[in-house]
């Protein structure tokens, strides 16, 4: 009989989520909002993953802005499993901070890294791949991401070249990582057959990760592994202070994954386990107005999407409109974002969405901290 696969979920929730201003702020970031439905994003993921284990093995990396939200949001969770970044470094110290951490209780348990807003249908095929990712992980020293069938030729993802199956047929050896392309070569990957988009959600060992940490980030592995060792201890949060900031601030795609792809799809131990659920990266205004147009939870026979305290469009398509305490009426316009909250009133075009992010710098240089 197998033994058990000690599974592990990192959850990884430290964005500030800029370009879901004016609803997102450094205290209520994306990921604790409720964006489609009513559960907040980091909510939903935490529920999605309790089947493969419950809160005392689910850590959650954050910042000390959303810290409290999160300790509210999910009661049940210890409070030591919410470990609270001093500045952010990207993902590669976030993820080795938790593989050293957990490498210290078992060095064979099976972390899989999450992020925090990423909406998930159809979750018995994702628990399916997650166990199939997992199985993978524990059998080696092996990398595992779980790559999205592309259904269009989108600019906005990083996509995995995949080779041949492995002998026992339970994943694809991936060849390379890719970072987003333009509209051309994105085209190039989803006629090719073999590309799937990377969801950033990765399974491996408590030992690989960390064993990939030591090899690909030799300056940044002996801080995050004393970090580790005071964890528990009263000198954690001074530790956690002093050493953090001497990380690099790398993702953990560039430190460890094309590092590894670039030894040969037979010799990275680098493998994709192809996803058949739906996923959304809720990664601007857009692209919720999309999914929620696509999944029909909101939109009128025009394309507007609206949540607001009623509406009327003349002549008006294509519009999304957050604004739930006011009535809202849109006359001759398209393709816009409107977002309406107590202090603040984004106006934008569709296209432009991605650029929300740009107004939370300004924002910081004028010093209004305000609404930020």
């Not at 909510?43 to 810290?67: F, H, S």
């Not at 987003?180 to 950033?200: D, I, M, T």
């Not at 995050?224 to 954690?236: D, N, R, V």
């Not at 192809?274 to 692209?287: I, Y």
Request: with cysteine; net charge negative.
């Amino acid at each position: 009989m197998p033994k058990p696969i000690d599974f592990r979920p990192v959850i990884l929730a430290g964005g500030s989520g800029t370009r879901f201003w004016p609803r997102s702020r450094r205290a209520r970031a994306k990921q604790v909002l409720a964006l489609d439905g009513e559960r907040s994003m980091i909510q939903q993921t935490v529920e999605r993953l309790k089947p493969m284990a419950g809160l005392d093995k689910t850590w959650i990396i954050t910042n000390e802005y959303l810290a409290h939200e999160i300790a509210d949001q999910l009661p049940g969770l210890p409070a030591g499993k919410i470990v609270q970044e001093p500045v952010a470094r990207n993902t590669a110290p976030a993820c080795g901070l938790a593989a050293f951490l957990i490498e210290r209780e078992n060095p064979e348990a099976v972390l899989g890294i999450f992020p925090s807003d990423h909406v998930i249908a159809d979750e018995p095929r994702f628990l399916k791949a997650l166990q199939k990712a997992t199985a993978v992980a524990a059998a080696s020293d092996n990398i595992v991401v779980l790559g999205i069938e592309p259904v269009r030729a989108e600019t906005g993802y990083g996509y995995i070249e995949t080779g041949d199956f492995a002998k026992d047929d339970s994943a694809l050896h991936v060849r390379r990582f890719i970072e987003k392309p333009n509209q051309n070569r994105a085209e190039e990957f989803v006629a090719a057959g073999n590309y799937y988009w990377n969801s950033g959600m990765f399974i491996w060992s408590a030992r690989t990760l960390a064993d990939a940490v030591r090899e690909h980030l030799p300056e940044t592995a002996p801080l995050l592994e004393s970090i580790a060792a005071a964890y528990g201890t009263p000198q954690f949060n001074e530790v956690f202070r002093a050493l953090y900031p001497k990380c690099e601030n790398i993702s953990v795609d560039y430190a460890v994954l094309e590092p590894r792809s670039a030894k040969g799809e037979h010799l990275s131990h680098l493998y994709c386990v192809p996803a058949e659920f739906s996923w959304n990266d809720l990664g601007s205004w857009t692209s919720l107005y999309e999914y929620q147009l696509e999944t029909r939870l909101r939109g009128d026979a025009e394309g507007n999407v609206t949540d607001a305290g009623g509406h009327l469009a003349i002549d008006a398509t294509d519009n999304y409109v957050f604004s739930p305490k006011k009535f809202v009426a849109l006359v001759g316009v398209e393709n816009l974002v409107i977002v309406d909250t107590e202090d603040a009133l984004l106006i934008a075009h569709r296209d432009h969405s991605q650029d929300v992010g740009k107004i939370v710098k300004e924002l910081g240089l004028a010093g209004r901290t305000d609404l930020i």
